[in-house]
């Protein structure tokens, strides 16, 4: 069993949480991640460490309350135990001897940015962060990040917050300016990922994209996190998460992620409620 130790909501759709969990904290590296199971009865599924603290073996998770067992996940409480952590899994982010790295994040996907940044930041690289969002409420993390960073750039789609627009948009500007990157990781909606990569194309950086999203199993045996790169299929909890963002195929990945979005909306919307670690549904 695993004791929540911390809690915050960031905003009305995402949480952060620390967790104790000993044998992660103590070897998990930036860019991996851990599959939790709520209960006995709960499903398996994957959120990327977002953070470690080896002396206080804990390890942290940034979450949105997409679907139904992160929304029951959201329910429960400091003091309460999570029943399985797992982790860490999956490939650590290939940092050595990156001296200028752009992370281009997404929603929550700008937290699962936070480690990456934080390592390359420690190591003396120049860090700049773009973090995209729909509007105003839903800005997470904006002092983590800034510290972590050289530059940090922020844009609402609406424009109720810093630059108006796309992140997309805005890394096309710096990328235009003569700005260069040894490397730039994306994070975030399948989508927004794609586009980033079709961006930095024209400018042969190389561009990682983290393929959190869509694992499901979590260890390469449920196949459903199958991915088609440079022509080859790989799995992304095994081979991943990280993958050349100019040889994914994204649109048979964009049209693979829509199969079970109405079933999924469907198991949402039946949120059972999490009390002393017994299950009880109304």
Not at 98 to 124: F, M, N, Q, R
């Amino acid at each position: 069993m695993y004791r929540i130790l911390r809690k915050r909501h960031l905003n009305d759709l995402i949480t952060w949480m620390e967790i104790e969990a000993p044998l992660a904290a103590g070897s998990t590296k930036a860019g991996q991640f851990a599959i939790l199971r709520l209960d006995e009865f709960g499903e398996r599924f994957p959120l990327t460490i977002c953070g470690y603290d080896r002396a206080e073996r804990t390890i942290t998770i940034v979450f949105q309350h997409a679907g139904k067992s992160t929304k029951m996940l959201s329910l429960m409480e400091e003091g309460d135990y999570i029943s399985d952590v797992v982790g860490p899994l999956g490939n650590p982010s290939k940092l050595d001897g990156l001296k200028c790295v752009a992370l281009v994040g997404g929603g929550v996907g700008c937290a699962d940015t936070y480690p990456i940044a934080l390592e390359l930041h420690e190591s003396g690289a120049e860090v700049d962060m773009y973090a995209g969002f729909r509007n105003k409420d839903i800005v997470i993390l904006e002092d983590e990040m800034r510290a972590v960073s050289t530059n940090l750039y922020i844009t609402t789609d609406d424009g109720s917050y810093a630059e108006k627009g796309f992140i997309t948009d805005k890394l096309k500007v710096v990328l235009e300016s003569g700005r260069k990157y040894d490397r730039i990781i994306t994070i975030g909606p399948a989508i927004m990922m794609k586009y980033v990569a079709e961006t930095t194309k024209p400018f042969g950086i190389k561009t990682v994209a983290a393929l959190n999203s869509i694992m499901v199993d979590g260890t390469g045996m449920c196949g459903g996190c199958r991915v088609t790169v440079g022509g080859e299929i790989k799995f992304t909890c095994v081979n991943g998460p990280e993958f050349d963002a100019h040889l994914v195929d994204w649109d048979e990945l964009l049209l693979r992620t829509g199969f079970y979005r109405d079933k999924e909306e469907e198991e949402a919307e039946n949120i059972c409620r999490l009390k002393g670690g017994v299950r009880s549904c109304h």
